[in-house]
């Protein structure tokens, strides 16, 4: 059974609990340092202290993946070299859902002489500007619907100038659209060589077979390859020698070696729209790992059930307009990754049956992503209300997991 150790606290003190060299791989959506929605966690990227500590567990050539925002990228990866690591590349987490927050320059003028604009318009029902909320955000956290109706309804509203002042400078704002996320690549000093280094942690190298680019950007066949030999129908695991061996026996699905599909990039998108029609048909070059509002809240739902029995400080029973029990229907983390992106990037660094370890495991989406692709699991999450929704969203992918190896292995 697929491991998983979830602890509740500071990461920075529980990864010196940790044993040396005892992860394969880390992959992580840390703080930002952008203070979003006002959360404490969000003033500052993680310390040189919290990576060096990452770098301690990781054996030597385990890969570390970690998320950062546009404006603190810089900062992010330094702190990570300071660490120790070896900064490898970063990949470009590319998505169509970013909604712009910058300051209307001609709004901001108004406002400070006093002036009432207006209304001659509205943006309702154009994306990003819609009433009508959902958990998280449009699209995972990027967008104005976790806000009131009264403040998504004053940013749709069109309205003209009032001052001369403000005509001047209408058109003019403070932000570009957010559509791409950075994630630095980074690996932990070998021990020799590449091969070596292999042959003797199991780390080092990223599983560039398991991760080709199909036809239509989407993984190959679940990252396995088809064969067919007398009516038999078995998949394989992309290896290169199983796949040369298939080759020249002829059972392949494929002909060629380069039919596997194309070698994975450092660019991922989401498959919306507005960035497949940038892309136009080079984005069939590029992995896809398409959002899923459905999968942040898969797990929860049975968490209701579970703290049935529990009561509150009244002694009663929860009841609907109780906070917690909000907490219990939904995940209402406000920056979750979709599943089938973070699964991506746990197959990318991390050997078969390896542990991948998140210090900033949030609502648990890396450690869902980590059962669903049979890896072993080891989070650190500080806020105990998100450990609660992790576990029950790392459970559930656990049992999906196992009942996949029942019926199929």
């Known amino acids: 059974m697929q491991r998983v150790d979830i602890f509740c606290g500071d990461c920075l003190e529980v990864l010196r609990t940790l044993p040396d060299s005892i992860v394969d791989a880390v992959v992580t959506d840390p703080p930002y340092g952008l203070e979003f929605m006002g959360k404490r966690w969000d003033y500052d990227v993680p310390s040189v202290d919290v990576w060096a500590e990452c770098l301690r567990v990781l054996k030597p050539g385990g890969h570390l993946l970690a998320f950062a925002g546009t404006r603190t990228q810089h900062r992010m990866a330094v702190r990570i070299e300071d660490a120790g690591f070896e900064i490898r590349d970063m990949i470009a987490w590319v998505y169509g859902s970013g909604f712009p927050k910058s300051l209307d320059v001609s709004k901001a003028i108004d406002k400070a002489a006093g002036a009432e604009r207006e209304v001659v318009g509205d943006k309702l029902d154009q994306p990003g500007y819609h009433l009508k909320g959902h958990s998280g955000g449009e699209a995972f956290g990027h967008g104005i619907a976790s806000t009131?109706?009264?403040?998504?309804?004053?940013?749709?509203?069109?309205?003209?100038?009032?001052?001369?002042?403000?005509?001047q400078?209408?058109?003019?704002?403070?932000?570009?659209?957010?559509?791409?996320?950075?994630?630095?690549?980074?690996?932990?000093?070998?021990i020799g060589t590449v091969s070596a280094n292999v042959m003797q942690h199991g780390t080092g190298a990223i599983n560039v077979d398991g991760c080709r680019v199909g036809a239509n950007g989407d993984k190959l066949n679940g990252g396995r390859v088809s064969t067919k030999k007398e009516g038999w129908d078995r998949p394989w695991k992309h290896d290169a020698k199983a796949v040369a061996d298939c080759i020249a026996r002829g059972t392949a699905a494929v002909e060629k070696a380069e039919q596997l599909g194309r070698w994975p990039a450092n660019l991922i998108h989401d498959g919306s729209e507005e960035v497949t029609e940038l892309l136009s048909d080079s984005a069939r070059f590029f992995y896809c790992a398409k959002a899923s509002k459905r999968d942040r809240d898969e797990g929860c739902e049975g968490m209701e059930e579970k703290e049935a029995g529990i009561k509150n400080d009244s002694g009663r029973g929860f009841s609907e307009s109780d906070p917690m029990a909000k907490i219990m229907r939904r995940n209402h983390h406000p920056t979750v990754k979709p599943t089938?992106?973070?699964?991506?990037l746990c197959r990318l660094i991390t050997p078969p049956n390896g542990t991948i370890l998140d210090?900033?495991?949030?609502?648990?989406?890396?450690?869902k992503a980590a059962m669903l692709e049979g890896f072993q699991f080891i989070g650190i999450e500080r806020e105990a209300e998100y450990v609660e929704i992790a576990k029950a969203r790392i459970e559930a992918a656990r049992k999906i997991k196992c009942s996949e190896l029942t019926l199929g292995e």
């Open 148 to 167: 009131t109706p009264e403040t998504r309804l004053a940013a749709a509203l069109i309205t003209a100038p009032a001052t001369e002042a403000a005509r």
């Open 169 to 190: 400078w209408s058109g003019w704002g403070t932000a570009l659209k957010p559509a791409m996320e950075p994630i630095t690549v980074a690996r932990k000093p070998l």
């Open 359 to 367: 210090p900033f495991t949030g609502s648990g989406s890396t450690g």
């Open 340 to 344: 089938d992106l973070m699964r991506y």
